[in-house]
């Protein structure tokens, strides 16, 4: 079924007007530098759209805005600077917006470097979901979270992209929080569609799709599950259609084309990573969109479909009830049957799709109403009226100490009597609070970052990064 792109009657915001309270005579009279850092930019992904729209938001309102990344993709490297160029470069007086994912080297170096900070949290999925899958992200994820607590003390402000990031700064004990909402920029949704994705698909069989990394807690397999019964018990003329990239992932795609011998189950595509011209076809050809994630910090894929008028059957879990305001509809079954028999009802009934793709209408309208615009520059402006900050000490082992903390907690987690058995090491700081002559701080409060945290830095500043070509530099 196709389309007209650009068919919601909410337009984008990525066009937004700026903030009507700031004049054109206030934007010439600021001054000031707000940067951004990450560790990638990426082409086409949720947080690469959003990291460009600040930046616009920002130079439109005066400010000298860079882009600092460890690696960019190559269509966008002439819009970002190597990180290494902040150390001598930042300024106390200036506003860095942090945008952290996995610690990286961009992370630290701008943790050691002047300059106030706000970060912004994206989430980080649970390392659990990639056991057995890929152990060295399971390692990240682990110590990401971790390192998420050391910049409790180094930020002036801690920014989730959704309530339920809000929600988990505030209980890892960051004091001051707030919601940046994600940039709803729809532009590149808006180009002509890729003419060869409407001729191999859009042949009158129902379009199931989903649009995610093939990554665990994305639960591909229950889509694949529900979309077996779909085929089998109500729709024999039906595909589905898996859109994004499996790269590092091969195991997991693996076990998905297992599982799917295993049922049976004809006709389910993985497309890779498109362009913007194929995800625009894609969108455009779908009958619906099925989504039994188990783990999302927004989760910008509904929000497409909302855009395209695609009708969107999603998992409530995490933030995706948030996420969807409303529109469209939620489950909360693991039963493959239930699934099935919910997108048979949705795609068999005319009346019900209408009703479902008004929904999504409203909560769209609803976001696009925000002022994007006026909320970050507040939150600039709140970062901007407090005292400058000088680069912190930070001990030469600040960071190694995460390694050793990671350790510990294997230990502690799976050979208990060899972690009991080691003696107290006030020195070390990464024991549990809990245990005698221990010197950390007092753990987090969620119970999967029960190891403590590292001890605050000692006064000792580490050399900055060798300074060495990379791709992403402009200088």
Same mark, same amino acid.
């Given at each position: 079924?196709?389309?007209?792109?650009?068919?919601?009657?909410?337009?984008?915001?990525?066009?937004?007007?700026?903030?009507?309270?700031?004049?054109?005579?206030?934007?010439?009279?600021?001054?000031?530098?707000?940067?951004?850092?990450?560790?990638?930019?990426?082409?086409?992904?949720?947080?690469?759209?959003?990291?460009?729209?600040?930046?616009?938001?920002?130079?439109?309102?005066?400010?000298?805005?860079?882009?600092?990344?460890?690696?960019?993709?190559?269509?966008?490297?002439?819009?970002?600077?190597?990180?290494?160029?902040?150390?001598?470069?930042?300024?106390?007086?200036?506003?860095?917006?942090?945008?952290?994912?996995?610690?990286?080297?961009?992370?630290?170096?701008?943790?050691?470097?002047?300059?106030?900070?706000?970060?912004?949290?994206?989430?980080?999925?649970?390392?659990?979901?990639?056991?057995?899958?890929?152990?060295?992200?399971?390692?990240?994820?682990?110590?990401?979270?971790?390192?998420?607590?050391?910049?409790?003390?180094?930020?002036?402000?801690?920014?989730?992209?959704?309530?339920?990031?809000?929600?988990?700064?505030?209980?890892?004990?960051?004091?001051?929080?707030?919601?940046?909402?994600?940039?709803?920029?729809?532009?590149?949704?808006?180009?002509?569609?890729?003419?060869?994705?409407?001729?191999?698909?859009?042949?009158?069989?129902?379009?199931?799709?989903?649009?995610?990394?093939?990554?665990?807690?994305?639960?591909?397999?229950?889509?694949?599950?529900?979309?077996?019964?779909?085929?089998?018990?109500?729709?024999?003329?039906?595909?589905?259609?898996?859109?994004?990239?499996?790269?590092?992932?091969?195991?997991?795609?693996?076990?998905?084309?297992?599982?799917?011998?295993?049922?049976?189950?004809?006709?389910?595509?993985?497309?890779?990573?498109?362009?913007?011209?194929?995800?625009?076809?894609?969108?455009?050809?779908?009958?619906?969109?099925?989504?039994?994630?188990?783990?999302?910090?927004?989760?910008?894929?509904?929000?497409?479909?909302?855009?395209?008028?695609?009708?969107?059957?999603?998992?409530?879990?995490?933030?995706?009830?948030? @996420?969807? $305001?409303? =529109?469209?509809?939620?489950?909360?079954?693991?039963? /493959?049957?239930?699934? +099935? %028999?919910?997108? *048979?009802?949705?795609?068999?009934?005319?009346?019900?799709?209408?009703?479902?793709?008004?929904?999504?209408?409203?909560?769209?309208?609803?976001?696009?109403?925000?002022?994007?615009?006026?909320?970050?520059?507040?939150?600039?402006?709140?970062?901007?009226?407090?005292?400058?900050?000088?680069?912190?000490?930070?001990?030469?082992?600040?960071?190694?100490?995460?390694?050793?903390?990671?350790?510990?907690?294997?230990?502690?987690?799976?050979?208990?009597?060899?972690?009991?058995?080691?003696?107290?090491?006030?020195?070390?700081? @990464?024991? $549990?609070? =809990?245990?005698?002559?221990?010197?950390?701080?007092? /753990?987090?409060?969620? +119970? %999967?970052?029960? *190891?403590?945290?590292?001890?605050?830095?000692?006064?000792?500043?580490?050399?900055?990064?060798?300074?060495?070509?990379?791709?992403?530099?402009?200088?």
């Amino acid at each position: 079924m196709v389309r007209a792109a650009g068919a919601s009657p909410a337009a984008g915001a990525g066009n937004a007007p700026q903030d009507p309270r700031r004049t054109r005579t206030e934007r010439r009279r600021m001054s000031g530098r707000v940067h951004q850092v990450l560790a990638t930019l990426g082409y086409g992904d949720a947080i690469g759209h959003e990291v460009l729209g600040i930046q616009r938001v920002l130079q439109g309102a005066g400010y000298e805005s860079e882009i600092f990344v460890e690696t960019a993709d190559r269509r966008l490297e002439r819009l970002t600077t190597d990180y290494r160029e902040m150390v001598g470069a930042l300024a106390p007086d200036d506003v860095v917006i942090h945008h952290f994912s996995i610690g990286s080297r961009a992370s630290r170096t701008a943790y050691a470097l002047p300059g106030r900070m706000a970060l912004v949290y994206h989430n980080i999925t649970p390392p659990e979901y990639f056991v057995g899958i890929h152990k060295d992200l399971v390692k990240l994820c682990f110590r990401g979270r971790r390192e998420l607590t050391a910049y409790i003390a180094r930020c002036e402000l801690a920014l989730g992209d959704s309530e339920y990031n809000r929600d988990e700064l505030a209980d890892l004990g960051f004091t001051s929080t707030g919601v940046l909402p994600v940039v709803p920029d729809f532009s590149h949704l808006d180009l002509p569609p890729n003419t060869m994705i409407s001729a191999a698909f859009d042949d009158g069989w129902t379009n199931v799709m989903f649009v995610g990394r093939i990554i665990p807690n994305k639960k591909f397999d229950d889509v694949i599950r529900a979309f077996h019964v779909y085929h089998t018990r109500h729709n024999p003329r039906s595909r589905l259609l898996l859109v994004g990239s499996y790269s590092g992932f091969e195991r997991y795609l693996a076990m998905l084309y297992g599982l799917i011998a295993r049922l049976g189950t004809p006709d389910v595509h993985f497309l890779g990573h498109v362009s913007n011209e194929e995800l625009t076809a894609f969108y455009d050809i779908a009958d619906l969109f099925l989504c039994a994630s188990e783990h999302e910090g927004f989760c910008v894929p509904l929000i497409e479909s909302f855009y395209k008028r695609v009708p969107v059957l999603a998992y409530a879990a995490t933030a995706v009830p948030a @996420t969807m $305001d409303g =529109g469209g509809v939620l489950y909360s079954t693991k039963y /493959p049957f239930e699934v +099935a %028999r919910l997108m *048979a009802a949705i795609l068999d009934d005319q009346v019900l799709e209408d009703s479902i793709i008004a929904s999504q209408d409203t909560a769209l309208a609803r976001m696009q109403r925000r002022d994007f615009p006026g909320t970050l520059l507040r939150f600039v402006d709140q970062v901007r009226a407090l005292a400058p900050r000088p680069a912190p000490q930070v001990a030469w082992d600040f960071w190694s100490q995460f390694d050793q903390a990671e350790r510990l907690e294997e230990l502690r987690q799976f050979r208990p009597a060899v972690y009991k058995a080691l003696p107290p090491d006030p020195g070390r700081g @990464t024991r $549990d609070a =809990g245990r005698a002559g221990s010197t950390a701080p007092i /753990p987090a409060t969620r +119970a %999967r970052d029960a *190891a403590s945290r590292p001890p605050d830095p000692a006064p000792r500043t580490p050399d900055p990064a060798p300074r060495t070509p990379h791709p992403a530099s402009r200088r």
